[in-house]
Structure formats: structure tokens, C-alpha cells
């Protein structure tokens, strides 16, 4: 190994890409609708998930996306992953995984903050994403999370989900 990679610090990767794998539970879901992969999810009906309501609370908050190998299904829009409706979605219940930073800077165990309603304010930041300061009623604490430690440059995080709420 060179000394040039000593001292230096690696990004994280992206947003739903598991970063720990001994204590992780991980189950597939319809999607409800449209859900990027790194992005906190709810229960929708008949066991999908869906990206938060501007009602949802953080007792609601079921996981994280997680990101898989799957087709383009836009020519358009490549770069972003994300599920369709209808598609199965593997959710982070429990365990580490990389998602984007919206808004704040994280730090080790601090909150967690899920984005349920727009701010016209914060136009970058998207219902479902996660922050470390929070928004008023646009975010919601979620109480079994933690940040890992700081983001990279490309904003990208460690979150630890500790306990699932529902199986």
C-alpha cells in the first residue's frame, strides 16, 4: 500500500447502499409509487411502502430503499435510481445504510430528521430524504436513528437504524 492513502478519507458511497452487514434486516415491498433509492419509506395499503405523507409520523417510518442492480426505466433520467409502482422494494429495516443528507450536518449519534412535507424554501429538499437539522413540521425526529458520523463531499451519510417498529 502507497502513503498516499494514508490520512485520507473515502466517500461513502450512495444513498441505499448498505454499509454493515452483520446486524441488518432487509424485506421486499410492492412500491406504491415512485421511491429513489436511499429514500425513508412508510407502509402504503396492502403492504406497500410509499414516500411520507405530509401526516406521517416518525411511529410510521418503516425503512430506507435500499439500492439494487435493476434497469434504466427512463432514457432520460439514468443517473438517479429509483423503483417504480408495482416494483419490489427491498427496505432497510434494521442496520447501517448511506443515504443523502438534505439539510444540517450530521455528526456521530446525532438526530435524524425525515422530510415529510416540501419547504419552498429548501427546493433540493425532497419528501422522503434525511436531515440532521430540523425543518419545523416539514421534518419529523425519527427516535430509532442516528447519524454515523459526517457526510462526504458528495453529501452522502451513514444513518443506523437501531430497532425495527414493524416487521
Known sequence: MTNQVIGKSMFHGYAGSYSRQPDTIIDSHPAAGPIAFGQGVVYGENGSVAVP??????AQFVGVACREVKSATSYLDQNVG????????PVIKRGCVNVICQSGTPALDGAVYLRVKANASKPDAVVGGFEAAAD???????????WKGAADANGVAEIRIMTTLHA
Do not use: H, P
Open 53 to 58: 405523507g405530509e401526516s406521517a409520523t416518525a
Open 82 to 89: 429509483s423503483y417504480v409502482q408495482f416494483d419490489a422494494v
Open 136 to 146: 419545523g413540521t416539514n421534518t419529523v425526529a425519527l427516535t430509532n436513528v442516528k
